[in-house]
């Protein structure tokens, strides 16, 4: 069964400097990997997603994330983080199951501070 | 603003009862889906129909039942009310329904059972 570890519960950075939120998948076949964000009581918001081509995919919000295919990640960062950006952030993975069903991780709570 | 449409945003009902759900998709696409999120479980995928027919089933309960209508709008229906279905649902849309296209969440329905 496919899967996503999101290892880090919390992550906290100053605005200004860079973030990195961990993700690591586990899936066979091809991964298709998702980045979306929670912010308080309202639906998740799609950033960004992985299918094929470069490793390093652009989303919104100036976010960005690298596939790493040896060390089986897909970390999302963000070169200058904002007070803004303090949210849940969820990876997910295609499931290979049929249809389009994702598989999310546990979510990582973003606290950017001034 | 993701285009999909829930409703309603909040509902306290009692054990036992039935609620029924509500979502409109984006203009345009085919396929919905239902997830549910809670504390203990995180973000659990429950169906997903495209243009009418079940595509893919996840571990949703035999006291809920979904459809998705000629017009595209689904109802995800809840029975036999447990104070464990107390849960944030969302519903989510994708033009098609295969594996890699993106999903665009609503902002969810807050059901709590009392």
């Known amino acids: 069964a496919q899967s996503v570890a999101q290892p880090e519960d919390q992550v906290n950075v100053a605005e200004g400097n860079p973030l990195t939120v961990k993700c690591t998948y586990s899936?066979?076949?091809?991964?298709?990997l998702f980045w979306y964000v929670q912010y308080p009581n309202r639906g998740l918001q799609f950033l960004l997603k992985?299918?094929?081509?470069?490793?390093l995919v652009k989303g919104s919000y100036g976010f960005e994330a690298e596939f790493n295919k040896s060390q089986t990640s897909f970390h999302l960062k963000k070169p200058s983080a904002l007070v803004s950006d303090s949210a849940l952030y969820f990876c997910a993975v295609r499931d290979t199951g049929g249809g389009n069903k994702l598989t999310f991780g546990t979510g990582t709570q973003l606290k950017v501070e001034l | 603003d993701s285009g999909v449409t829930q409703t309603p945003k909040h509902l306290i009902t009692a054990t036992g009862q039935r609620v029924t759900l509500r979502c409109s998709p984006r203009s345009g696409d085919l396929s919905v889906y239902w997830y549910q999120q809670s504390l203990d479980q995180g973000l659990q995928f429950l169906i997903q129909y495209y243009n009418g027919e079940e595509r893919a089933k996840g571990n949703i309960l035999e006291r809920f039942s979904a459809q998705q209508f000629p017009d595209l709008h689904s109802e995800l229906n809840l029975s036999s009310l447990e104070l464990g279905d107390s849960a944030l649902y969302f519903c989510?849309?994708?033009?098609?329904?295969?594996?890699?296209?993106?999903?665009?969440f609503g902002e969810g329905s807050w059901l709590t059972v009392v």
């Open positions: 899936v066979s076949g091809n991964p298709y």
């Open positions: 992985y299918i094929t081509g470069d490793n």
């Open positions: 989510a849309s994708s033009v098609g329904g295969q594996a890699g296209n993106t999903i665009y």
